[in-house]
């Protein structure tokens, strides 16, 4: 615009100042090297804006080609970016779909062209491992590393992946620096959970707990159920490790809530029988009856190797008077009068645990009793029934 105003400008000029030089147009005389050259002042003129009509002209020609070499490259750009979002779309179809290597090639081709070449990558690991070529996962990973090494997206699928593939002490790893940064991250925390689950590592489950909890992706019985099979890990531990002496230690520091939890004291007895600390084991039974009848504790007292019977009898039959329609109370006094050789006794109270529940083991244990009273087809009869107890239905025959 400003260099057509100045064109008009020299135009309106010429119009004023040349009737006024006519018959007085100068001389202009150049001289280079031996060569001369001679014009009027009105020619220099003329040629001088001859020479800008061309440059500006050349000007504008060279603009139209780079504008049009622009608009090419911009549509080859185009082109190959439309393309690149065609073949990751396809490939994520492919990878939910299962079609694992055309997935991954989709995914890797498309990411040099692709609008979010990270997500292209992640894909593609994931593709490459469902192929189990932990190798190509590794190699889109690093890949992924490079674009942005701080990516979360990249830390979760890598250890995503690793846990996946059973590589559990690397997803470890992974998890641990993303709680440094992003402490309540839920996939984090989910995969933290499963993580120890897979490792065994019951204490830090535990601690993990409240936070799963607070973060909502535990609900009530989920908790209840994790919490426990938690705390049934450690003691596991600390059986296998310490020994009798730790494990009471152990039990001792938990606080009371947690020891007054049959299913927990039903496991501490197991270990302590296990070790043959069954002495001990009665005696926590004992106390934990006098509080509260549990059944999983009542059916667990037969099972002790005990030098004298006869108290854990008087505990139970004291037991029977408060509750004696209990058919675990009848069974656990039947086997205890049966170790005592009191068989009249134990098949009293065999029948009285029968009245109250089908048992295959009651009916095995009664079968055994009225054997030793010589009542053999009463036995074989109480045989039967139990087998046909303990053998799956037959389907009718066709």
Known sequence: MIRLLLLVLVLAAGLVVGPQLAGQQGYVLISAAEQTLEMSVTTLLVLVGILIAVLWALEWLLRKLLSISSTATGWLSGRKQRKARQ????GLIKLREGEWKKAEKLLAKARPHSDAPMHNLLAAAEAAQQRQNLQARDQYLQQAADLNANSLALALTRAQLHSQSGQHEEALA???AIKRQHPRNPVM?????DTYIHL????????LLPTLKKAQLL???QFDALHERAE???????ASQQGTEGLLAHWNQLPKAKRNQPSLLAELVKHLAARNADSEAYILLREALKKRTDDRLIALIPTLDLPDNYPAVVMLEELLTQDSRNPVLHSALGQLLMQSGKW???RSHFENALEYRTDVSDYAYLADVLDKLDQGKAAS???RTALKLALPEQPPAA
């Open 87 to 90: 073949q990751t779309q396809t």
């Open 174 to 176: 992974s998890l641990r």
């Open 189 to 193: 925390l989910a995969l933290l959970k």
């Open 200 to 207: 065994e590592d019951w204490s830090a489950l535990l601690n």
């Open 219 to 221: 609900d009530d019985a």
């Open 232 to 238: 049934l890990g450690v003691m596991a531990h600390v």
């Open 344 to 346: 009249q006794d134990a």
């Open 381 to 383: 009869d109480v045989s």
